[in-house]
Structures are given as C-alpha cells and as structure tokens.
C-alpha cells in the first residue's frame, strides 16, 4: 500500500514538476537566462533579505559601483522591509523568489499563485515598485508556471556556482566568479544561508570571494548592471544592426 502511494507520488511530481521544467528550460518561454552584449554581465543575489548578510552585501555593491539584481523572498521582505527599500534606492533591481522559498514542484496551483501576488504586493509596499521579474526557487517550475510567466519574466542564469556550500572555500569560490566573466553572463549568488541544503554561514565566503573579483582587472573591465539593463543593451544591439 505504502509502495504504490510512494510510487504515485513520484509519477505525480514527474508530471506535474519535473517534465514541465525541462519543457520550460528548453523552450525559453519568457525566460531570459543571458544576455549578448560583450562588455556587460549581471550579477543576482536569491534568498534574502538576510539582516545581516544583505546590508553588507549591499555595502560591499555600493563601495565598488556595482549595480545587482536581487530575488526576494517574500516572508522576508515582509520582516525586513527597510534592506529591501534600500537596495531599491541604492539602485537594485528587484525580483519575486516566491513567497517562501518552496520548490514549485510542490506548490498546488492556487499556492503559487497566491504566493507570488503577496511577494509582488510586498515588495511593491517596500519599494513604491511593482517587481517585473520572476526566478522559482532551484529554477523548478510546474504545470501552472505558464500562467505565471503571463505576468512576470522568469530570470534564470547563465552560471551557477554553488556559493551555498561553505566547503567550496573562498578562494575557489574566486576562481569559479572570475571564469564565470564573459558578457552577457546572468551569475547566481546567495545573500541567505538558510534555504534547504545551503550552509548557514556561506554568504560570509561568497562577500570574501566578491571582494577579490570587484579588485581583479579582468572585472573591471566589464560593466556590472542589472537585469533589466542587460536586457536593454541587447535589444539596443540588435536595433542597432538592422
């Protein structure tokens, strides 16, 4: 009995998650995961607000005039409105993660949808700003992400590091940032350690390795932007060579 509940389980998330994300990922609908221009990449940051992460994130951005796109979670933005008021006036670019940070491929229909409406409401009652993108936590959709995607753009990444395992150490975490620089590159990062599988102190390695790269030359010869502006760059680019 127990067997076959098991088994239908697993059919269940196969058909309802795990197929559509392949379909989602291969397809590209509204799905932006990196850009074209040469010189510009975009750096995000999912998980947080974290209230002690975050503001030195934020800090460590500020000091080198990088500008970052981040995906909120929005029973965090919730508690901790005022960092995510401040990415906004720092100019940041703000994106739902969803309301916790549940894989879709266990969220009925309704769930994620009510789920994404209060992040989108809170992070509009932090900010003045109503969010335009959308990145599910883990990249996994499910059957009813498309009518989601009807009113979001869904953000993936071009590179993804593995910043939340502490054992990386930072200087591995270096040298995987520094190959990841190329244009048009969209990189993943962690401001919060507290996300299921991820190491509680892991952020604190990945502001260290972060500092390292904004002070590599090859870093600085490329422009830091923001999803939204990567996105722009490109289309200007192919206006331009009609």
């Given at each position: 009995?127990?067997?076959?509940?098991?088994?239908?389980?697993?059919?269940?998330?196969?058909?309802?998650?795990?197929v559509p994300t392949?379909?989602?990922?291969?397809?590209?609908?509204?799905?932006?995961?990196?850009?074209?221009?040469?010189?510009?990449?975009?750096?995000?940051?999912?998980?947080?607000?974290?209230?002690?992460?975050?503001?030195?994130?934020?800090?460590?951005?500020?000091?080198?005039?990088?500008?970052?796109t981040f995906f909120?979670?929005?029973?965090?933005?919730?508690?901790?409105?005022?960092?995510?008021?401040?990415?906004?006036?720092?100019?940041?670019?703000?994106?739902?993660?969803?309301y916790r940070h549940?894989?879709?491929?266990?969220?009925?229909?309704?769930?994620?949808?009510?789920?994404?409406?209060?992040?989108?409401?809170?992070?509009?009652?932090?900010?003045?700003?109503?969010?335009?993108?959308?990145?599910?936590?883990?990249?996994?959709?499910?059957?009813?992400?498309?009518?989601?995607?009807?009113?979001?753009?869904?953000?993936?990444?071009?590179?993804?590091?593995?910043?939340?395992?502490?054992?990386?150490?930072?200087?591995?975490?270096?040298?995987?940032?520094?190959?990841?620089?190329?244009?048009?590159?969209?990189?993943?990062?962690?401001?919060?350690?507290?996300?299921?599988?991820?190491?509680?102190?892991?952020?604190?390695?990945?502001?260290?390795?972060?500092?390292?790269?904004?002070?590599?030359?090859?870093?600085?010869?490329?422009?830091?932007?923001?999803?939204?502006?990567?996105?722009?760059?490109?289309?200007?680019?192919?206006?331009?060579?009609?």
């Amino acid at each position: 009995m127990w067997a076959w509940l098991f088994v239908c389980f697993i059919a269940g998330i196969a058909i309802y998650g795990i197929v559509p994300t392949i379909i989602i990922r291969k397809k590209r609908v509204r799905l932006f995961r990196e850009g074209t221009a040469s010189d510009c990449l975009a750096l995000t940051f999912d998980d947080g607000p974290d209230p002690y992460y975050t503001p030195k994130l934020l800090d460590l951005l500020k000091k080198y005039g990088v500008k970052a796109t981040f995906f909120v979670v929005g029973r965090k933005v919730e508690r901790y409105p005022h960092i995510v008021r401040r990415m906004a006036e720092e100019g940041h670019e703000i994106g739902i993660h969803n309301y916790r940070h549940i894989s879709n491929w266990l969220l009925p229909p309704l769930w994620l949808d009510w789920g994404v409406r209060r992040a989108a409401e809170a992070i509009e009652r932090a900010t003045g700003q109503r969010p335009v993108y959308y990145r599910p936590p883990w990249g996994h959709f499910n059957a009813w992400t498309p009518i989601v995607q009807k009113r979001y753009m869904t953000v993936l990444w071009s590179h993804i590091l593995g910043d939340w395992n502490e054992k990386i150490g930072t200087m591995e975490l270096f040298r995987r940032l520094r190959s990841a620089i190329r244009g048009g590159a969209v990189i993943v990062l962690h401001d919060n350690g507290d996300a299921l599988g991820a190491d509680k102190r892991a952020p604190e390695q990945m502001l260290s390795a972060l500092e390292l790269l904004f002070k590599d030359e090859a870093a600085k010869k490329m422009r830091w932007v923001t999803i939204t502006e990567l996105r722009n760059v490109q289309t200007n680019t192919q206006i331009s060579a009609m």
